[in-house]
Every structure is written in C-alpha cells, then in structure tokens.
C-alpha cells in the first residue's frame, strides 16, 4: 500500500477532526505557558487547509503539500502557522514528481518536513517545542517505514510519548520560554497538536 492523494486528503481532515475535538484542550494548554490561541489557531488552519484541498483537488504530492501549506500559513495568525506550513510545503516538495508516496517516500517526504520546522524555528529536541513530538515520530517511521500502517501507527506513539514528556521540560523556544523556569509542569501545546497529527496519519492509514 501507498499513501495516494486519497489518503493524504483524507489524512488532513482527520487532522481538522482531531483538533476540532481537542480544540478546547490545546486552548487550555497555551492558556497556562503561553496566549491562549494555540486552539482556535489550529481549528482555523486545519479547517482552510482541508478546504483548500478539498476545492483545489491536487494531483500530485507536491501540489497537495501546497494546498494544506499555504492554507496553514496565510489562516494561522501564531507561530504554528509557518511552521505546520513549512512542514507540508517541504513535505510536498519531497514528493515532487509523484502521485503518491510509498513508505520509504514517504519517510522521506516527513524527514524534509520536519528537517524544514528545525531550519524555520531553530528549536532543538528537549527545547519544549513540536519537535519533541515531530522528531521521534519520523525516527520512529523510518525505523519501520517498509511497512507504511505499522509505521505510521509507531510514529503516532512516539509522537505521544515525545509530547507526553514535555511537561517535565523549561521551554527554550516560542512565547512559553518567557516564563522560564514556570514553563516546567505543563505539556507544550504544539507538541499535542502534533501528537494528532500523526495519530491522523496513522487512522489515515489504517483504513
Ligand atoms: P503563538 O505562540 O504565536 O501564540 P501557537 O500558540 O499557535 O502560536 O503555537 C505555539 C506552539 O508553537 C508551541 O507550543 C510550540 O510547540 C510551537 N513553537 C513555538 N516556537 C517554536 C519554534 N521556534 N520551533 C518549533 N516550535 C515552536
Ligand atoms: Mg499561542
Ligand atoms: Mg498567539
């Protein structure tokens, strides 16, 4: 199996679902280490770029990386915004001339999305970021990328996890890193919005 434009589409309106069920949570998140916004930012993006996708029909992986891309970066008024839209962009550039992405692809196409947030943000593992989810859960794809449902389903976990011990971290980057020390004791926002990125990806998938 290969993740065609079928399942990437699909893949970005479970990532619109997901958020829109957590919207409340994500808001409550950043409301503790930053302004508040990071739920109704990632409702708004998620929603334009499904939308975009599903108006403008892309046929290649490189037109679909755009479609969401864009959307995220011109509705995202927050740092999310350049970053996510930096992630599908580069995603989308890795899989230029294709129409669909096989599991080493498409472990190719998640490492240059992801390799574009570190450039984008500077953000290192262990800066309280969504890299401590992004990052563990492209190793963890690659690790098993032959097999694309079992891999992405171990990258939603890494995912997860990376997340999950945010909280424990001080932030070095983004708005929650003025708080210093303060920072310690909550999960970073953005590193939850990524964990339901790849556990779209991974239903995506599945089905
Ligand atoms: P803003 O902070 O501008 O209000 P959001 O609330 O939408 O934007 O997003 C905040 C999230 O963005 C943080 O929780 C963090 O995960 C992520 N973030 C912020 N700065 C960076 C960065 N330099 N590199 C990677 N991720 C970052
Ligand atoms: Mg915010
Ligand atoms: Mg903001």
New binding site residues.
């Given amino acids: 199996m290969a993740a065609d434009i079928t399942a990437l589409t699909r893949w970005v309106a479970l990532f619109r679902d997901r958020i829109a069920a957590e919207q409340e949570r994500l808001t409550a998140l ?1 409301s503790a280490i ?2 508040a ?2 739920g109704a ?2 409702a708004r993006g998620t929603m334009a770029a499904a939308a975009n996708v599903a108006e403008t029909r892309p046929k290649t992986v490189a037109e679909f990386g755009k479609a969401v891309g864009m959307a995220l970066v011109s509705s ?1 008024g ?3 915004g350049p ?1 996510y839209g930096t992630f599908f962009l580069r995603l989308g550039t890795a899989g230029d001339g294709l129409d669909e992405l096989d599991g080493p692809a498409l472990a190719r196409a998640l490492r240059a999305g992801l390799d574009g ?1 570190v450039s984008r ?3 290192e593992p262990g800066d309280k ?3 401590d989810a992004l990052a563990p859960a492209v190793a963890a794809f690659e690790a098993g990328a032959d097999d694309i449902a079992a891999a992405a389903a171990a990258a939603a976990r890494a995912a997860r996890e990376g997340s999950d011990a945010t909280e424990a971290l001080v932030a070095r ?4 890193s003025y708080l210093g020390e303060r920072s310690a004791g909550h999960l ?4 939850v919005s990524s964990a339901l990125l790849f556990e779209a990806l991974a239903d995506a998938l599945a089905e």
């Fill in positions: 950043d930053g302004d916004d990071h930012n990632m995202i927050g740092a999310s970053l947030v943000g500077r953000a970021t969504m890299i980057r983004g708005r929650a970073d926002p953005g590193s």
